[in-house]
């Protein structure tokens, strides 16, 4: 519970993570980099609500800690707060307010971290690693969603030990998104199941994929009216869904496209295909962010579809994204992902990484 900067915390060697490179293609678009980076992978971001003054940063990773940034406006970033698991941290997210952020570990834990304390507490207990985790904010309810490995996606109010409701899962939790009164989660095995959060959650469909590799990421978007209509679902082979929960025309609306490949959609020569390891919707305009392991970050417009930019390529997989609340700063993360595994050495596990931000 160590705050950032102090002679105990870490960062010490923060400045020296990139400063040692001989070149700059961890960072080729010199987009500005976050101080006091994680010791390991980054697995996940997110940007603090509207509700909270100014624009905060979390990120989890791999090194078992949370950390927490303040973004100024000159893009320039001041560490804050820091919070450790006994394991890998694998999915953040804000209460409404902003005064809570919520972590989900894989030491089978969730906890609840009060930011104007600093001081954490276990709020879940799942039997097996917790790999997402949401807040829920109802008219008649709030609670936290976390979803496992252990195949439960539980329900906590945070002053009980034990669940509001557990639902079971044909398969292992991957990855899941709500957005109020609708939340979708993405299993093995090609799972998908959406649930309805009105009144109190229960399942409201299961749907066979329109992906026929394994799920890495999903994100729910939104209407003219700003209500949950669909989402966008990412696969470890370079390909994304656009999933209308209701469409007019189902054949029409509903389509997948290719990304995060070597060659773009050229067919004709081999691929190196990549997984799509986050998306991100634009809280305004409604385009969408996708990264992957190829180490590039590409913007898309779905309705019109067309990818609107792609990046220059970093040295290493980009493993998540955010918006900010108001979508004028795009954070995205450069860390090992293990794709590569069988090609590195024991000595090579462990990368220093960083979090540009945009």
Known sequence: M?????????????????????TDSHNPMKDVEVTSPPDDSISCLAFSPPAMPGNFLIGGSWANDVRCWEVQDNGQTVPKAQQMHTGPVLDVCWSDDGSKVFTASCDKTAKMWDLNSNQAMQIAQHDGPIKTIHWIKAPNYSCVMTGSWDKT????????????????MPERCYCADVVYPMAVVATAERGLIVY????????????????????????????????????????????????????????????????????GTNTATPQDIYAVNAISFHPVHGTLATVGSDGRFSFWDK????????????????????????????????????????????????????????
Request: net charge positive; aromatic share 12%.
């Open 153 to 168: 996606l539980k329900f906590w109010d945070t002053r009980s030990p034990n669940p509001m409701m557990s639902l079971q």
């Open 303 to 358: 309705d019109a579809r067309t990818k609107l930019k792609t990046s220059e390529q970093l040295d290493q997989p980009i493993t998540a994204c955010c918006f900010n609340h108001n979508g004028n700063i795009f954070a995205y993360a450069s860390s090992y992902d293990w794709s590569k595994i069988q090609n590195r050495s024991h000595e090579d596990w462990e990368f220093p990484s960083g979090t540009p931000v945009k």
């Open 196 to 263: 309805q959060l009105e009144n109190q959650p229960s399942e409201f469909r299961r749907i066979d994929s329109p992906l026929k590799h394994q799920h890495r990421c999903v994100a729910i978007f939104k209407d003219k009216q700003n209500k949950p209509t669909g989402f966008a679902l990412g696969s470890i082979e370079g390909r994304v869904a656009i999933h209308y929960i209701n469409p007019p025309n189902p054949a029409k609306d509903n389509f997948t496209f290719k990304c995060h490949r070597s060659n």
């Open 2 to 22: 160590s705050l950032f900067g102090t002679s105990s915390g870490f960062g010490a060697g923060g400045t020296s993570v990139f400063g040692s490179t001989t």
